[in-house]
């Protein structure tokens, strides 16, 4: 009789899962699933601050076009986002690498939650600082500069945190424009091997939720550690 | 830049509108089945989440960080494909006899969502004075029964604005469904677009479609927040 959980299917492919081809080849698997996520995460920052600061804006002329544009992004599944990614880039710019319309479209839809996050983070700030500053002498740019975001950044910490958690979970539907990460590397090794699809799926969900847990956690301590200090 | 010629006329009317059509409501059945049941799995593992017994209280935990720190996607391949042999065989034949895509996507989403609504049950009761709770039980109700009476009729009321928001996320997330060949909206957009190589077209109404529910609904919580909720606290 054969074993209930077959696990030589998982020890066979241990390298495929984990960094695909590499380095005879592209990187696959658990490494390509993390270089998404690390590189969508460090432009969605970038991208979340702008349309975050955008937002909040006393002109209206750019409020305004950014709520839209956060709303609109909010509105739609992710898998639509990448969908229009996947059409639109080679319209727009000619031929892009699958990797980069995938890091394109995980960017704009992080940066849509990730702009919530800093808005919620400027105006945890008390509004007396702003006035404070301005009446020392500061211009408006001056005082989200120096005095608003380094104390909001600090508390968007843990939140940030968290989005990376839904990115690292979000980079699995790259496997739909065939970008081999995880998800996609396993669907393959399930179509090549046919009979342990019990094994492998369980294996990458408990390697996502190995990964995902330690920030989940991460995020949690820091939570903790923020507010400790800021209660001293 | 963009060179297209936009031709909208194939999907406001003919075929593959009645397939946009099937799509939605496909869309529409499959977050319906998944949050009514997603609600009712979540009340119960945010009750067990509290309870007193150890063991109980530690497999919800489980449960939640499971569920919650693993991709929608990988669940639904996990329920399609891999479910198989942990399942008791005339579930199984009853599953292959029904269609099991709309049964393995309505499973997956249902799961993944209870986590994320039992956690947003848990907050709607701690935030519940627990001066309630001890009142209850030292009128001689059971833990159980204080819950069912006092604690969750109060909670559930706060709960409602983050549970709706929970049906559109198992809206939006339903289109992960398509991997699997359920015939869903997003599906259904990528189908209009490999027969006609209208991509823009189809993904438009596809887009259009999922931000009309989401405005729509969003604009029922923000109703409710402010008729049902003011009113209360006003009370």
Same mark, same amino acid.
């Given at each position: 009789m054969e074993p209930f959980f077959d696990i030589s299917v998982i020890t066979d492919n241990f390298t495929y899962f984990m960094? @695909?081809?590499?380095?005879? @080849?592209p990187l696959g698997g658990v490494g390509l699933t993390l270089y998404l996520a690390v590189a969508s995460c460090i432009l969605s920052f970038f991208g979340g601050l702008i349309l975050g600061l955008l937002s909040v804006s006393r002109f209206s002329i750019v409020r305004y076009p950014a709520l839209a544009f956060i709303n609109l992004v909010r509105g739609m599944p992710l898998l639509m986002v990448i969908f229009w990614m996947y059409f639109l880039m080679p319209a727009l710019f000619g031929k892009v690498a699958e990797n980069n319309t995938v890091i394109m479209a995980l960017t704009l839809f992080t940066s849509a939650y990730m702009s919530r996050i800093v808005v919620a983070g400027i105006e945890g700030i008390p509004k007396g600082q702003t006035e404070a500053a301005i009446s020392t002498g500061l211009k408006q740019w001056q005082v989200m500069l120096y005095i608003v975001l380094p104390q909001g950044l600090r508390n968007m910490i843990p939140s940030f945190v968290n989005q990376f958690v839904s990115l690292i979970k979000d980079t699995s539907l790259a496997f739909i424009v065939g970008v081999s990460e995880l998800t996609h590397v396993a669907t393959q090794i399930n179509n090549r091997t046919m009979a342990f699809p019990t094994e492998i799926f369980v294996f990458i969900a408990l390697v996502y939720f190995i990964i995902c847990f330690a920030f989940t956690s991460l995020s949690r301590w820091l939570e903790g550690r923020l507010s400790w200090s800021k209660a001293n | 830049m963009l060179n297209y010629t936009f031709n909208w006329s194939i999907i406001t009317s003919g075929q593959y509108f009645d397939w946009l059509v099937t799509g939605l409501l496909t869309t529409l059945k499959l977050s319906a089945v998944s949050i009514v049941l997603a609600f009712v799995l979540g009340l119960l593992i945010a009750v067990m989440r509290m309870a007193h017994n150890r063991p109980v209280r530690w497999f919800a935990h489980a449960y939640l960080e499971f569920f919650r720190n693993t991709p929608l996607l990988v669940q639904i391949f996990f329920w399609y494909f891999g479910s198989y042999k942990i399942l008791p065989t005339f579930i199984n034949d009853w599953l292959n006899e029904t269609g099991f895509e709309f049964a393995a996507a309505a499973i997956a989403l249902t799961i993944y969502t209870s986590a994320f609504i039992a956690e947003d049950i848990r907050s709607g009761v701690l935030s519940i004075p627990k001066e309630q709770m001890e009142a209850a039980r030292s009128a001689g109700f059971s833990y159980l029964r204080s819950m069912q009476y006092i604690i969750l009729p109060q909670a559930i009321r706060i709960t409602i604005p983050p549970l709706v928001n929970q049906f559109l996320n198992v809206a939006k997330n339903s289109s992960l469904a398509m991997t699997i060949g359920v015939m869903e909206m997003t599906y259904q957009a990528r189908q209009v677009e490999s027969y006609t190589f209208r991509g823009f077209e189809a993904f438009t109404a596809a887009t259009v479609v999922y931000l009309a529910l989401s405005i729509v609904i969003t604009a029922l919580v923000n109703i409710y927040n402010e008729k049902v909720l003011m009113a209360h606290k006003a009370a």
């Open positions: 960094i @695909g081809r590499y380095p005879h @080849g | -």
